[in-house]
């Protein structure tokens, strides 16, 4: 039988959302258009693809062998398109990657350099996205790359490590009475003021959702937009502070301050590269990803 692109793409939003109503917006089409679309592809393939309840809709059997297919059938026609367009002008490819804003901050400038220096005729286009929407890309085949925090819910997609990156606490020297480098619990400073990092920062929101967790909410003294700005302020005594531990490489040089790592699980954040298909990738994208996770191999 013949297949509609448009339906095709319809199928895949409306899996990626759980929801025809999603789908439909996300595909610009009304919602009674969507609904009939779906069904005319489930009468001419003689089987159910989704099933309905009242929450939204999942995919049958059928329905997740039609979104496998379906993916790499329009993954392979845009790459097909960037290849094209890429042999017009010189041959040069792009690769699409994402990444959350530790990556971005603190772990990307080397080996993108590298590989850039070492493929002159692939572009690399990165976006700054939080992890939970990275992995929504991906599965939504929006990017071809992501690099994000490892978290339960990434069914769908395949990793390599990238990069640990814990979290860990910043004071001015002496204020916890503790030695520097000396481990604390998260729960011991539920009553100390914060400095915090802006609203809405995927970090922040990670740090706040665990005071949460015990019934409280941080005392944040004042909210900035960088690692480097709450450092200062921490060195100055305002607060202390929950930050990459790798961005106080760039961040704490010349400041007085004090390093804990904390006890606690959630503080451990492993940085993972992903995508829906290692073996599905363009070449110039798998280079990527050789060069990304090649890093991690040299730095062990």
Not at 59 to 75: D, S, V, Y
Request: aromatic fraction near 4%.
């Amino acid at each position: 039988m013949r297949y509609d692109l448009l339906d095709l793409r319809l199928f895949l939003h409306v899996v990626a959302a759980r929801s025809i109503t999603l789908g439909a917006e996300r595909s610009h089409l009304a919602l009674p258009s969507a609904s009939a679309r779906i069904k005319a592809l489930e009468d001419s393939l003689g089987t159910p693809l989704l099933i309905r309840h009242a929450r939204g809709v999942r995919p049958t059997p059928a329905g997740l062998t039609l979104e496998r297919h379906a993916r790499a059938i329009l993954q392979r026609l845009e790459d097909m398109d960037q290849d094209l367009a890429g042999a017009e002008a010189d041959s040069r490819t792009r690769v699409r990657l994402l990444a959350n804003g530790a990556a971005v901050m603190e772990h990307l400038d080397a080996p993108l350099a590298d590989f850039l220096q070492a493929q002159p005729r692939v572009d690399v286009d990165v976006e700054e996205l939080p992890s939970p929407r990275i992995v929504l890309a991906l599965r939504e085949g929006r990017a071809d790359l992501g690099i994000f925090v490892a978290a339960p819910g990434l069914e769908g997609l395949q990793v390599r490590p990238f990069r640990t990156d814990p979290l860990v606490l910043v004071t001015a020297p002496g204020r916890l009475r503790l030695e520097d480098g000396e481990a604390v619990d998260f729960a011991h400073l539920l009553e100390q003021p914060f400095v915090g990092l802006s609203r809405g920062n995927a970090l922040q929101l990670h740090v706040e959702a665990q005071a949460a967790q015990w019934g409280r909410e941080l005392a944040i003294r004042i909210r900035v937009p960088s690692a480097i700005q709450a450092c200062a302020l921490v060195a100055r005594g305002l607060g202390v502070a929950i930050l990459p531990a790798a961005s106080l490489l760039r961040a704490g040089p010349g400041l007085a301050l004090a390093r804990h790592p904390l006890k606690d699980a959630w503080a451990r954040r492993d940085l993972v590269v992903g995508c829906r298909d290692f073996a599905e990738l363009a070449p110039a994208a798998t280079a990527l990803l050789e060069a990304l996770v090649g890093e991690v191999a040299r730095q062990g």
